[in-house]
């Protein structure tokens, strides 16, 4: 039986909507994950690793205090102003800006280095 393919998650081009947000078209883009407002850990991981990407991720608070504080307090739901501090190395790539119950989170993505092939 023939292994199935499994589609890899390549750079694309951000366009963010009228109020900031974003996501990746192929990022959690299977059917097992219609809902992604809870998605468990070790399930996230699986589906990481499968496409041999690793994630980290940059919330607004702490990357820039300033307009954290204008989305909590003010009850402003536009995150456009901000733009995410991508991590320290090469190779990193968007793959989502999206509201959690801290605020809103960027999630990076990069082809995993060094990995065996």
Known sequence: MPEQMIAQIEPVEVVRDAEG????PQ???EPEFED??????EQFEKYIASRGIETTFTTM?????????RY???GDVDCSRW???PP????WFM???????????????????GGAA
Do not use: M
Request: charge should be negative; glycine fraction near 10%; hydrophobic fraction near 30%.
């Open 21 to 24: 947000w974003w996501f990746h």
């Open 72 to 74: 909590c307090e003010a």
């Open 95 to 113: 793959l989502s800006i999206h509201d959690t119950e801290d605020g809103p989170v960027c999630v990076w993505g990069r082809k995993v280095q």
């Open 83 to 85: 733009t995410p501090t």
């Open 61 to 69: 608070e702490g990357d820039n205090d300033e307009e954290f504080e």
């Open 88 to 91: 320290a190395g090469d190779g």
């Open 36 to 41: 992604v407002e809870y998605i468990p850990r």
């Open 27 to 29: 990022y959690l883009a």
